[in-house]
């Protein structure tokens, strides 16, 4: 998502300034509570000079190599994302409730949401939410990504957009959560899509979810690794299920980091720290190995 520019916030000079007075956002958005799931304490080196992107520091923004490709593959999630907002046209939560009230079954798609947890506005766009009868039913969040893993980060971003729209008062049916895992190579077809066909993508996905889920009842995560949706458009999708208590658990553990009741934890795995750009200009004091990506091949 996209956040919404910065309205200065208090001068707080008289005592130490929290992550959250030096967020350059009025809301904490969902997707930077899902970078602290990868490593807040990348966040924390963000925050001390704030760029485009959580993964590249301001400093390597126009380094050609891993930094700039990592911001073009943002770039083409972002413009997916700008894509389908302009094409539907925003609609407010009263719209939202109203169209739900008048027909069964309702698809929408990147609706912003938000809502207080303690003192802390938080705000989330989810790709595409699907109504039936009112209720929510499923949740959809598009990644474009080669990798078939359901990251943390969008486990706990579904999660945390599920509690949005349960704090707006929109009433939940087992509602499922739905990871959409876009293999880059297939991103053209998304991009094709208007708003029609997107709402009826989110559909389709929709019913394909809950007819696994339906016939293996036993299981707590579902993953279908190849969903056909056009002649060679596929994707994979990983399945689980909205809980109220896993989305405030999360909250009640990452937000103390913004209001600086915790420090900002470190990564402890390698995997990541070897391919960190803080860690490859020295920025991070903490990390779990040595840096060994190279910043000029494209790596990220
Ligand atoms: S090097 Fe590791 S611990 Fe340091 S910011 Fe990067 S991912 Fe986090």
Redesign the pocket.
Known sequence: MSAPPAPSKPSRRSRVRTPWDRLPFSVLPVSTIAEQC?????V??WLAAPGNMVSVPRSLERTQGAPMRQIAMAGAGADFHERASQDVGRVSVRELRNLIKHSPTVQVLESPLESEFGSLPIAGIPDAVCFEGGKVRCILEYKLTESNQLQMSHRVQLQLYGWLLQKSKFQHDDPLCVCVLVPTQNSPYLDELNTTDRQSLAATIHRIAREYVENKPEKINWYIKQVMLGTDFWVRIRIFRYSALVARRELRFFTPYWSGARKAI?????R????????AIG???????V?EGDLSCGEV
């Open positions: 990868y490593c807040e304490h990348r924390h080196l470190p990564s402890n795995n390698f990541k720290c070897r391919l960190c750009q803080y860690n920025k991070c004091k903490v990390a779990a190995g840096y």
